[in-house]
């Protein structure tokens, strides 16, 4: 899901490093000793995850994780999520340094927005599983919708590759979803404290 260097328009770059440097802000200020230990095993998680392309249609999907970082996370997953992708970047040329303000915010921005909306619904044994598959695919949905609006917003001939890239990601939100789902469940019963929440 990263965007290349060379193809989004100036105003689109700065817009995003804009968006980018201020989540990033709150996601500093949010970041506590405690919480550094579980920062760093997740950015590792994304970072690994992103490396593994599965070709399918004309691009290829990786997993994610961003709804998972969102959940765990919250703002901190902007921090995470951007020192993953800046080493991507620098040891593989994923994406790049121009559009990594970008493609944090393609995948920070939805990451925080799902732990908003999800993580309430932890609270409800009833309600677990449906809240973790639905923030990993929510997640990667809004992402998909993020990237096809900057390309669409960079060069009308964008639209179309835009729209391909995301009907591309619909396998890549169910498989998101189910992996949130099992292991967000997996974390409640052996480590509530980490998500804060009670055991039930």
């Known amino acids: ?35 550094i230990m579980t920062t760093a095993m997740l950015t590792s998680a994304f970072f690994v995850a992103s490396l593994i392309h599965v070709p399918i249609g004309p691009g290829n999907i990786h997993l994610v ?8 996370l919250g703002w901190v997953a902007f921090p995470a999520i951007g020192v993953a992708l800046l080493l991507q970047a620098v040891f593989f040329q994923y994406g790049g340094i121009l559009v990594l303000g970008v493609n944090t915010l393609l995948m920070a921005g939805p990451a925080v927005l799902c732990g908003i909306l999800f993580k309430t619904w932890l609270t409800n044994p009833k309600r677990r599983n449906l809240a973790g598959f639905l923030a990993g695919a929510v997640a990667i949905l809004l992402s998909g919708i993020l990237m096809a609006a900057a390309l669409a917003l960079s060069d009308a001939g964008f639209i179309r590759v835009a729209q391909i890239t995301l009907l591309s990601h619909i396998p890549l939100m169910v498989i998101e979803g189910i992996v949130t789902m099992f292991t967000l469940s997996f974390l409640i019963r052996v480590h509530p404290d980490i998500l804060s929440l009670d055991k039930t």
């Open 65 to 72: 994780l961003n709804g998972l970082l969102g959940i765990l």
């Open 1 to 35: 899901m990263h965007i290349s260097e060379g193809v989004l328009s100036a105003p689109v770059l700065l817009g995003g490093a804009a968006l980018t440097v201020a989540g990033t802000a709150i996601g500093l200020r949010q970041l506590n000793y405690e919480r």
